[in-house]
């Protein structure tokens, strides 16, 4: 089968997304300026360097109760700032809670039964017991084609990492079982590892 996205696919619902996984979950937390807490997840995320540590998320699509792009996009427009939770298989549940359509003056860790606690090195709030949290300062948000579509890049100022994900000194992922969101509305856990020597090992 071979389509172009502009003619459409013909099938029952689109495959794009099912093709890229699976995606890492960045749980995005943000304040506005007044001081509301907003949490959403977000697949399209990823670390994009090492130093400094920095990283990135898609935006797409909008709100009614927003002018541009999504809570999450105001938020750090205001503010300048972002915590990347990351996301255990034990809160799926609190996750696809917080990924409701709310309004913006909702806060989402309420909504999800989710404690809060403030950022070290920003003025945000982190998920309590996320396995780990990245602490973001805003480096850009760039503008792509289509309707509502942005890319956040942050550099990363404090990293949370929760003593029981520390097993000899290395962040151990089977410890939490992250979890990777498919396509459609599926989703994966990772509970096995291999390892693979790099030939200039």
């Known amino acids: 089968m071979f389509y172009r996205p502009e003619d459409g696919h013909g099938l029952p619902h689109n495959p794009f ?42 935006s797409t699509g909008s709100k009614e109760d927003q002018e541009q792009g999504k809570d999450s996009l105001s938020n750090i427009r205001q503010t300048g700032v972002f915590c990347v939770n990351i996301v255990e298989y034990a809160s799926r549940d609190a996750m696809n809670a917080s990924s409701e359509a709310l309004p913006h003056h909702v806060d989402e860790f309420a ?3 989710l404690a809060a606690l403030d950022c ?36 990363v100022t404090g990293i949370h990492l929760r ?28 509970t096995e590892l291999f390892s693979l020597a790099r030939p200039d090992d």
């Open 163 to 190: 003593d029981d994900c520390l097993r000899d000194g290395v962040f151990d992922v089977t410890t939490y079982q992250p979890l990777a969101r498919l396509g459609y509305r599926d989703y994966s856990v990772v």
């Open 111 to 113: 909504h999800a039964g």
């Open 17 to 58: 997304n099912a093709i890229i996984t699976p995606r890492p979950i960045g749980w995005i937390s943000s304040r506005d300026g007044q001081g509301v807490n907003n949490l959403a997840p977000y697949s399209f995320f990823n670390g994009v360097a090492y130093t400094p540590p920095q990283v990135m998320f898609a």
């Open 120 to 155: 070290e090195t920003i003025n945000c709030s982190r998920i309590a017991n996320a396995p780990a949290a990245l602490e973001c300062k805003l480096t850009q948000i760039v503008s792509l084609p289509g309707a509502s579509n942005y890319v956040v890049f942050g550099e």
